[in-house]
């Protein structure tokens, strides 16, 4: 296979204005990313993959097994009836917290990482702030909701995701799995999002069956099942497609379900234990709100 071509995404990053004053920091040049980063290692597993880029940057010797045997992935049960599927989407893969408890677990504490909230909105201006990480010898970890900042008429993307950030410039931010430079402001909206996860409509209305009680959707300890409506979406969907054709023919359709997710947005900042900025991460206090 030939080495990946660093792009910028259509709409994202690769324009001059996106970050003007920002000088380029890089963890990795974009050759050095092209040749030394890992994609994709399992389904769900962009958390793992995330990591594994993170150590390589820390020169922290490790292989795949043995990341995937400190960070367990949460798969979607996808051919369970549709309330356990929702269940099991809400938790696929990985949260921040599981992250950081793997690679304390793998490396023993000579990594530490520390976690930053990005929702709601925080007054920083993240290229920046990444950059100062970076240059300090931290690695950041974005955890973000691909599903926002979705231009009209492009496919919606069916998860949250973790990335490895390995550089800042003027062009935008530069993440792993995939390779690309994106926008400030678009990384921004993604970072800063509420734990909803849309769930697309054919997930939902495919696996259906009678014996399935959706009331269920009501029942669960987290509370946000009741309050999101949960069960009246999904009886919403079931209701339009049960509908004939011409009266389909004449309405909108839902296209998504939206459920509580497991997980937060933010940045992860990993760095050595011996690092001498160690104590400055780990003391750091979380970004100011937005007022």
Not at 171 to 185: A, F, H, K, M, R
Not at 251 to 270: C, K
């Amino acid at each position: 296979m030939g080495t990946p071509s660093l792009q910028a995404s259509e709409g994202e990053g690769g324009g001059e204005e996106s970050c003007p004053r920002v000088k380029k920091v890089m963890i990795w040049t974009e050759l050095q990313a092209s040749a030394r980063h890992v994609s994709q290692i399992a389904p769900s597993a962009c958390g793992a993959t995330a990591i594994i880029n993170v150590l390589l940057a820390l020169d922290y010797p490790c292989t795949v097994e043995e990341v995937q045997a400190s960070i367990k992935t949460r798969l979607r049960a996808e051919t369970a009836p549709v309330v356990d599927y929702l269940l099991s989407r809400s938790v696929a893969g990985t949260t921040h917290r599981d992250l950081i408890d793997g690679v304390t677990k793998l490396s023993k504490g000579t990594v530490k990482a520390k976690f930053f909230h990005m929702f709601p909105k925080r007054a920083v201006q993240l290229s920046r702030w990444l950059a100062q990480w970076i240059s300090r010898g931290g690695v950041p970890l974005a955890t973000l909701n691909l599903q926002v900042g979705v231009a009209p008429g492009q496919t919606v993307p069916d998860a949250w995701h973790h990335q490895m950030i390995f550089g800042v410039g003027p062009q935008g931010i530069y993440l792993t799995n995939p390779l690309e430079c994106v926008s400030d402001s678009l990384l921004g909206d993604q970072l800063c999002t509420d734990s909803v996860l849309l769930v697309r409509r054919a997930d939902v209305v495919n696996r259906w069956g009678q014996g399935d009680k959706l009331i269920r959707l009501t029942q669960q300890p987290d509370p946000r099942w009741r309050e999101m409506n949960v069960l009246g979406q999904v009886v919403g969907v079931l209701k339009e497609q049960a509908a004939p054709p011409v009266v389909q023919g004449r309405r909108h359709l839902t296209s998504h379900v939206a459920i509580p997710a497991a997980y937060q947005s933010g940045v992860t900042i990993f760095m050595r234990s011996d690092n001498p900025h160690i104590h400055t991460l780990t003391q750091a206090e979380e970004l100011p709100l937005l007022e």
